[in-house]
Nanobody, 122 residues
């Protein structure tokens, strides 16, 4: 089985910063892309940022210049550094990982974490 566990969410004042982490564990053979989505109350889930196995990064326009995604391949962990947080960044943040398991090393599937709540409010 594969698990993705997020951490680092919480309450922060507008203009503040938070760092999210997401660690993958279990019977993992290889990991391709990793990244983050978010879902604000009453809204659809939206993609935030992604990072390839080689370290190439992409960001949604709404977070470009404020958020930085990175990964530690040895620890199977992806990070999201969020600076200059705005009230509209308030959401549950979900990490994802496109990976293959040892049971099926040629099949790449997307796995999801259960989410961590980020609230930017005064």
């Amino acid at each position: 089985q594969v698990q993705l566990v997020e951490s680092g969410g919480g309450l922060v004042q507008p203009g503040g910063a938070l760092r999210l982490s997401c660690a993958a564990s279990g019977s993992i053979f290889s990991i391709n892309a990793m990244g983050w989505y978010r879902q604000a109350p009453g809204k659809e889930r939206e993609w935030v940022a992604g990072i390839s196995s080689g370290g190439s990064t992409n960001y949604a326009d709404s977070v470009k210049g404020r958020f930085t995604i990175s990964r530690d391949n040895a620890k199977k962990t992806v990070f999201l550094q969020m600076n200059s947080l705005k009230p509209e960044d308030t959401a549950v943040y979900y990490c994802y990982s496109d990976l293959a398991t040892t049971e099926q090393p040629l099949v790449v599937l997307r796995y999801w974490g259960k989410g961590t709540l980020v609230t930017a409010s005064s």
